[in-house]
Nanobody, 117 residues
């Protein structure tokens, strides 16, 4: 079992920045691929960024060049640095941990990000 707790969400003006954090506990953090997803009202949850257990990065086209995902295995934490925020980035952001071999996945409770125009 993995427990995930997100933090760092909030209200920011367009063009601003936020850094989300996701602290993991309960298992060996380094063997999990970590991801950030978001879900806007009335829409499906979609991948924003992923960093696998080997450090390979993957970003959605909509955030490429503005968002940066990173992980600190010593702190069991994954981060999402979000710059140049736009109103369309408004959503609940969820952290996920996916076992790199068995592919079972865990989710955090989500953190709200609201970008005002």
């Amino acid at each position: 079992q993995v427990q995930l707790v997100e933090s760092g969400g909030g209200l920011v003006q367009a063009g601003g920045s936020l850094r989300l954090s996701c602290a993991a506990s309960g298992s060996i953090f380094s063997i999990y691929d970590m991801g950030w997803y978001r879900q806007a009202p009335g829409k499906q949850r979609v991948l924003v960024a992923r960093i696998d257990s080997g450090g390979t990065l993957n970003y959605a086209d909509s955030v490429q060049g503005r968002f940066t995902i990173s992980r600190d295995n010593a702190k069991n934490t994954v981060y999402l640095q979000m710059n140049s925020l736009k109103p369309e980035d408004t959503a609940v952001y969820f952290c996920s941990a996916r076992h790199r071999i068995f592919l079972y996945e865990y989710w955090g409770q989500g953190t709200q990000v609201t970008v005002s125009s």
